[in-house]
């Protein structure tokens, strides 16, 4: 990653700026030295770095400097397990933000240990996720349990599974509170999209909750969307078979339009509060049927503007399915009219209520 760098003729002039509150005079000084309009755009929203004067790469960082401090560190630890300490020591080297940075971190440290979910890490990068909505659960480091010897993602604490969620507030979730998951899980989404990421294993399980919102974790699992699979992941059928596209099923590669079709999976979970084919054994002939057209189904009105789109999400032709920044403007729509008296949707929302009560 090369840097353009400003001249030391530069700094001079600019350096006691304040880089957020610029006169004119001063705007038009910033305008001839700084000819990059992305790098001038950084000046403008994280200042110089306070180490070398060049223009920070992040909040309070300076990629360059950032990383040669890592590098000198890299001496003082060790995961035992010379993978894991390549991908910690690479996320460290090219992050460009404090986001983007993973630690090796000593069990010793940790108090109540809560294990969320099993993942496998696999030598991709978690961390290239540009966590822009704030959906996506960032990972704080790497530790490993001394009496398994496995590697964990440390992650921030959530309230609870949104499985969990459902499970115990389903009832007195109304229909804009569905869409605003709805919303958080299409958003987080399109920030992985958006990155060239897939998520590879985009089920509910995966779903954090906390005061009513939706966070996407398990990023263990993401892979970049142009790395092509091994022959040997390519058999493997990673995921939970409900949440699993027909056409990975089929032995496909798993897309961007794969996780979409989990998501409609999900969207339908959200709605229904009823884990998908829950009455049916999870076997080779689930699969079967779900490559046939199966899809989940119950008696549980969902209003139909909201349904039209989870119908989109798991059609069969992966290329007749939304991409998750259409997704998510969609129900950003619908949660805003939702509140509206008398709007389409707040009257399907209402028709649905009553249908619902009534069974
Ligand atoms: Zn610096």
């Given at each position: 990653?090369?840097?353009?760098?400003?001249?030391?003729d530069?700094?001079e002039?600019i350096?006691?700026?304040?880089?957020?509150?610029?006169?004119?005079e001063?705007?038009?000084?910033?305008?001839?030295?700084?000819?990059?309009e992305?790098?001038?755009?950084?000046?403008?929203?994280?200042?110089?770095?306070?180490?070398?004067?060049q223009?920070?790469?992040?909040?309070?960082?300076?990629r360059s400097c950032?990383?040669?401090?890592?590098?000198?560190?890299?001496?003082?630890w060790?995961?035992?397990?010379?993978?894991?300490?390549?991908?910690?020591q690479?996320?460290?080297?090219?992050a460009?933000?404090?986001?983007?940075?993973?630690?090796?971190?000593?069990?010793?440290?940790?108090?109540?240990?809560?294990?969320?979910?099993?993942?496998?890490?696999i030598?991709s990068n978690?961390?290239a996720?540009?966590?822009s909505?704030?959906?996506?659960?960032?990972?704080?480091?790497i530790?490993?349990?001394?009496?398994?010897?496995?590697?964990?993602?440390?992650?921030?604490?959530?309230?609870?599974?949104l499985r969990?969620?459902?499970?115990?507030?389903?009832?007195?979730?109304?229909?804009?509170?569905?869409?605003?998951l709805?919303?958080?899980?299409?958003?987080?989404?399109?920030?992985i999209?958006?990155?060239g990421?897939?998520h590879?294993d985009?089920?509910?399980?995966?779903?954090?909750?906390?005061?009513g919102?939706?966070?996407i974790?398990?990023?263990?699992?993401?892979?970049?969307?142009?790395?092509?699979?091994?022959?040997?992941?390519k058999?493997?059928?990673?995921?939970?078979?409900?949440?699993?596209a027909?056409?990975?099923?089929?032995?496909?590669?798993?897309?961007q339009?794969?996780?979409?079709?989990?998501?409609?999976?999900?969207?339908?979970?959200?709605?229904?509060?009823?884990?998908?084919?829950?009455d049916?054994?999870?076997?080779?002939?689930l699969?079967?049927?779900?490559?046939?057209?199966?899809?989940?189904?119950?008696?549980?009105?969902?209003?139909?503007?909201i349904?039209?789109?989870i119908?989109?999400?798991?059609?069969?032709?992966?290329?007749?399915?939304?991409?998750?920044?259409?997704?998510?403007?969609?129900?950003?729509d619908?949660?805003?009219?939702?509140?509206?008296?008398?709007?389409?949707?707040?009257k399907?929302?209402?028709?649905?209520?009553?249908?619902?009560?009534?069974?």
């Amino acid at each position: 990653m090369d840097e353009i760098k400003l001249s030391d003729d530069a700094i001079e002039q600019i350096k006691d700026f304040v880089h957020d509150d610029l006169t004119e005079e001063q705007n038009s000084l910033i305008d001839k030295l700084i000819l990059n309009e992305k790098l001038k755009e950084r000046y403008k929203k994280y200042d110089l770095c306070y180490k070398c004067s060049q223009i920070n790469t992040g909040r309070n960082y300076y990629r360059s400097c950032k990383s040669k401090y890592f590098q000198q560190n890299f001496k003082n630890w060790t995961s035992g397990n010379h993978k894991v300490d390549e991908f910690i020591q690479k996320a460290q080297l090219e992050a460009e933000h404090y986001v983007k940075v993973i630690e090796w971190i000593d069990y010793d440290k940790f108090e109540d240990i809560e294990y969320l979910a099993k993942g496998v890490l696999i030598e991709s990068n978690i961390l290239a996720c540009d966590p822009s909505s704030g959906l996506v659960v960032r990972c704080f480091g790497i530790a490993k349990d001394p009496k398994t010897n496995n590697f964990m993602m440390v992650m921030k604490l959530k309230e609870c599974s949104l499985r969990q969620h459902l499970d115990i507030n389903f009832d007195s979730l109304s229909w804009h509170d569905k869409l605003i998951l709805l919303y958080c899980v299409s958003y987080g989404l399109d920030d992985i999209h958006n990155s060239g990421l897939i998520h590879h294993d985009f089920h509910c399980g995966n779903l954090l909750s906390n005061f009513g919102i939706a966070y996407i974790t398990d990023l263990g699992l993401c892979q970049l969307a142009n790395v092509k699979s091994s022959q040997n992941d390519k058999e493997k059928i990673y995921g939970v078979l409900p949440y699993v596209a027909p056409e990975v099923l089929r032995g496909k590669e798993y897309t961007q339009e794969s996780d979409i079709y989990g998501f409609g999976i999900i969207a339908y979970e959200i709605c229904t509060g009823l884990p998908p084919y829950h009455d049916i054994p999870h076997d080779e002939f689930l699969a079967m049927k779900i490559c046939n057209g199966l899809r989940p189904k119950s008696n549980y009105k969902i209003p139909q503007l909201i349904f039209d789109i989870i119908n989109q999400c798991w059609d069969a032709d992966p290329s007749k399915r939304p991409k998750a920044v259409e997704l998510h403007k969609l129900y950003d729509d619908l949660r805003y009219n939702c509140g509206k008296v008398d709007s389409a949707t707040w009257k399907q929302a209402k028709e649905a209520d009553e249908i619902n009560k009534k069974s």
